[in-house]
T-cell receptor, first 113, second 111 residues
Framework: DGGITQSPKYLFRKEGQNVTLSCEQN?????MYWYRQDPGQGLRLIYY???????QKGDIAEGYSVSREKKESFPLTVTSAQKNPTAFYLC????????????FGSGTQLSVL | GEDVEQSLFLSVREGDSSVINCTYT??????LYWYKQEPGAGLQLLTY?????DMKQDQRLTVLLNKKDKHLSLRIADTQTGDSAIYFC???????????FGQGTTLQVKP
C-alpha cells in the first residue's frame, strides 16, 4: 500500500532537548510538507521541500529544522529554541508542489515533559 | 495576504443534511479542497473542485462554488454519526503555489 508514514505517534520532549519526527512516503511524490496543528486552529506550514536537497521556510519555521537527503524522507527536528513545541505535527506530500492536493500522514503528538 | 475562513462548529441530527461553509480571498485559486480529520488522525482528502466549476457531486457529498463571492460549501446528505469530525477547507493559491487552510469546522452529529 502506498502512503505516508509518520513516527512516532506520541513523543515527549524534555526542556533543552532536540527531538526528530520521522516522515517517509512511498508515493514517489516530489514535494513534502510539515504542518503544525494547535487545538481549535488550522494548519500552519513549518517547512516544505519541492525537490531533494532543497527546502524552504514556511510561515512558522523558527525553532525547527529539516533535511531532504532522499526523495522518500523529510524528517523534522524540533530544536530547544522552539519554546512552545506542544502540538500535533502533520507531514504531507504532493506529486508536484504547485497547489496540488496533499496526502497526509497520521500525525505525531509532541508534548513537553 | 491569502485567507480562508470557516465557522468553527456545526451540530446536526443524524439523517439531516449538513452544510459547511468557507470563504476565501485569493481570486487566483485554481483548486479548492475539502479535507476530513477524525480525532488523533491525519487529514483525509474528501473532494475537490476546479475553480471553473460551479458544482461537483460525489455520492453523499455536494460541493458548491460561488467564485464571484469567493464562497465554497460542502453539503453532506443523510449525515451519519461516522461523519462527526473536523472539516477543513483549503485553497490552492496560484500566488504562493501552496495550500492555504481554514481553521476547520467541527461537525457534531447527534443520534
Amino acid at each position: 500500500d502506498g502512503g505516508i508514514t509518520q513516527s512516532p505517534k506520541y513523543l515527549f520532549r524534555k526542556e533543552g532537548q532536540n527531538v526528530t519526527l520521522s516522515c517517509e512516503q512511498n508515493l514517489n511524490h516530489d514535494a513534502m510538507y510539515w504542518y503544525r496543528q494547535d487545538p481549535g486552529q488550522g494548519l500552519r506550514l513549518i517547512y516544505y521541500s519541492q525537490i531533494v536537497n532543497d527546502f524552504q521556510k514556511g510561515d512558522i519555521a523558527e525553532g525547527y529544522s529539516v533535511s531532504r537527503e532522499k526523495k522518500e524522507s523529510f524528517p523534522l527536528t524540533v530544536t530547544s529554541a522552539q519554546k512552545n513545541p506542544t502540538a500535533f505535527y502533520l507531514c504531507a506530500s504532493s506529486k508536484r508542489s504547485t497547489n496540488e492536493k496533499l496526502f497526509f500522514g497520521s500525525g505525531t503528538q509532541l508534548s513537553v515533559l | 495576504g491569502e485567507d480562508v475562513e470557516q465557522s468553527l462548529f456545526l451540530s446536526v441530527r443524524e439523517g439531516d443534511s449538513s452544510v459547511i461553509n468557507c470563504t476565501y480571498t485569493d481570486s487566483s485559486s485554481t483548486y479548492l479542497y475539502w479535507y476530513k480529520q477524525e480525532p488523533g488522525a491525519g487529514l483525509q482528502l474528501l473532494t475537490y473542485i476546479f475553480s471553473n466549476m460551479d458544482m461537483k457531486q460525489d455520492q453523499r457529498l455536494t460541493v458548491l462554488l460561488n467564485k464571484k463571492d469567493k464562497h465554497l460549501s460542502l453539503r453532506i446528505a443523510d449525515t451519519q454519526t461516522g461523519d462527526s469530525a473536523i472539516y477543513f477547507c483549503a485553497e490552492g493559491s496560484s500566488n504562493t503555489g501552496k495550500l492555504i487552510f481554514g481553521q476547520g469546522t467541527t461537525l457534531q452529529v447527534k443520534p
